[in-house]
Nanobody, 123 residues
Framework: VQLQASGGGLVQAGGSLRLSCAAS????????MGWFRQAPGKEREFVAA????????SYADSAKGRFTISRDNAKNTVYLQMNSLKPEDTAAYFC?????????????????WGQGTLVTVSS
């Protein structure tokens, strides 16, 4: 499975962005998906995850109430809607997937990763 993240960019504080992650193959509906981010000089951190059928979601405390993860299995795509962005949200954002797995915040439990898409929030 190959993942392709897109949608990053430069936005002012308080603005919104929607990230997309498109997956190749016909197994997307079997894959739980997550979003992670990594700021310069920091470790990769969990942002949000969604189960393979989309019935369950999980969010980092920093994302709760501002970010929404969703998926469209017909389009093999997972989304991360980010509202009320803050300068501290500036990071490279990565999507990741794992087959049939439950929701997890641990990056080493994901089997495949997309390339990062850069989000820069100016103050």
């Amino acid at each position: 499975v190959q993942l392709q993240a897109s949608g990053g960019g430069l936005v002012q504080a308080g603005g919104s962005l929607r990230l997309s992650c498109a997956a190749s193959g016909r197994t997307f509906s079997s894959i739980s998906m997550g979003w992670f981010r990594q700021a310069p000089g920091k470790e990769r951190e969990f942002v949000a995850a969604i189960s393979w059928i989309g019935s369950s979601t999980s969010y980092a405390d920093s994302a709760k109430g501002r970010f929404t993860i969703s998926r469209d299995n017909a389009k093999n795509t997972v989304y991360l809607q980010m509202n009320s962005l803050k300068p501290e949200d500036t990071a490279a954002y990565f999507c990741a997937g794992r087959f049939w797995g439950g929701l997890t915040i641990r990056p080493n439990e994901y089997e495949f990763w997309g390339q990062g898409t850069l989000v820069t929030v100016s103050s």
